[in-house]
């Protein structure tokens, strides 16, 4: 009997059953762990991959629905949350960007008016030429008697120099769009070379241009040369006067980048 007692004895276990309840305990608390660190971290498709692995461990070992599945939706809606910050973050460092290159345009636009400026000073052309810098564009406005005989389209030579100075001037502003529209009076013309405004216009424009990227070899993909006729005058057209006004080339520097705040108009006088 005594054998027999000795050797139940040795059969026997001490009781496991505590190791269940302590497993479910340290998975529960790893779950919560991550759940933390997910709803903390800006990038929520790491945590999700890494869900997706714990997911697949913790069901091939026990089976049932795991923990990380039960709180997904708790993931889904922190990144749900975190991505309108995000994208406004991005907008505002855009509008930033945008900021500085229109401060650094507005600069650049200021120093080549104030450059304009003192050329038309020293060479005494501030009673024919003007400038206005606004939101938009820079614009050099020249009356057409510093530049052309009446009734012609081809450039005095003494005025070439005024297209070529100009020219220099634009060489270290490149990437703008530069614009050369030729205007006239309502007086109707028609003679050999010119069968209305439109073409006196055009042609004016077009020379003008021709002689700024001569001088200059600036890029020609960069000018556009546009008549405008009679239809946009500055002035009435009644008076003699006002028509002169109205007898222009202007030269538009158009800007890359609007700047609604700040407006500048300074013509020379």
Do not use: C
């Not at 304009?116 to 939101?135: F, R, V």
């Not at 564009?137 to 003494?158: N, Q, V, Y």
């Not at 439109?198 to 890029?219: C, G, H, P, Y």
């Amino acid at each position: 009997m005594s054998k027999k007692h000795r050797k139940e004895h040795h059969e026997e276990h001490p009781d496991e059953s505590w190791l269940i309840p302590y497993a479910d305990l340290m998975t529960l608390l790893l779950a919560l762990f991550l759940v933390l660190y997910a709803m903390s971290a800006a990038d929520a498709q790491k945590f999700e991959q890494m869900s997706a692995a714990f997911s697949t461990a913790f069901n091939s070992s026990g089976g049932g629905t795991s923990i990380l599945d039960q709180n997904s939706s708790i993931v889904e809606q922190s990144a749900k949350t975190s991505k309108p910050a995000d994208n406004m973050e991005i907008e505002a460092a855009k509008e930033h960007a945008k900021d500085l290159q229109a401060q650094k345009e507005q600069e650049q636009l200021e120093q080549l008016q104030a450059q304009l400026n003192e050329y038309m000073k020293k060479n005494g052309l501030s009673d024919q030429l003007s400038t206005k810098l606004n939101h938009s564009e820079l614009r050099i406005t020249i009356k057409d008697s510093a530049l052309f005989d009446s009734g012609h389209a081809t450039l005095k030579e003494e005025s070439e120099k005024v297209a070529e100075t100009i020219g220099s001037m634009l060489k270290p502003y490149k990437g703008y769009q530069i614009i050369i529209r030729g205007h006239t009076d309502n007086v109707p013309i028609k003679n050999s070379r010119f069968a209305s405004n439109w073409d006196l216009s055009s042609a004016r424009a077009i020379n003008f241009m021709k002689v700024v990227l001569e001088r200059s070899q600036l890029n020609p993909k960069h000018f556009q040369a546009v008549g405008m006729g009679e239809y946009h005058p500055i002035v009435s057209n009644d008076h003699a006067e006002g028509r002169a006004q109205n007898r222009r080339v202007e030269v538009t520097i158009v800007r890359k980048y609007s700047n609604h705040n700040k407006t500048i108009t300074t013509p020379v006088n």
